[in-house]
Nanobody
Framework: QVQLVESGGGLVQAGGSLRLSCALHISIPSLISMGWYRQTPGKQRELVAVYISGGSTNYAVSVKGRFTIAVDNAKNMMFLQMNSLKPDDTAVYYC?????????????WGQGTQVAVSS
């Protein structure tokens, strides 16, 4: 059974840093993409950062230059390093993977971890 387990959220002051972790209980080579999304109450879930099979990455404009996505294939882990945090970064953060299996793509989500940035 595919399972994604996030950790590392918390409360931090503006300008501070946090590192989110996602344990991927799934074979990384089978994945098309891996990424982080975030959601605040009343808003749609939005893409923060994505790591695409082959090594390319993409970031939301609002986090570019401050956040970095990384994947550790040996440990089956994905990370989101968040620096220079702003109150607008406050949200529940979700890790996500897209897996290709028998020609069909499947989406999997973690349970979410809360990040709160105080001003």
């Amino acid at each position: 059974q595919v399972q994604l387990v996030e950790s590392g959220g918390g409360l931090v002051q503006a300008g501070g840093s946090l590192r989110l972790s996602c344990a991927l209980h799934i074979s990384i080579p089978s994945l098309i993409s891996m990424g982080w999304y975030r959601q605040t109450p009343g808003k749609q879930r939005e893409l923060v950062a994505v790591y695409i099979s082959g090594g390319s990455t993409n970031y939301a404009v609002s986090v570019k230059g401050r956040f970095t996505i990384a994947v550790d294939n040996a440990k089956n882990m994905m990370f989101l390093q968040m620096n220079s945090l702003k109150p607008d970064d406050t949200a529940v953060y979700y890790c996500h993977v897209e897996r290709l299996y028998s020609g069909i793509s499947y989406d999997y989500w973690g349970q979410g971890t809360q990040v709160a940035v105080s001003s």
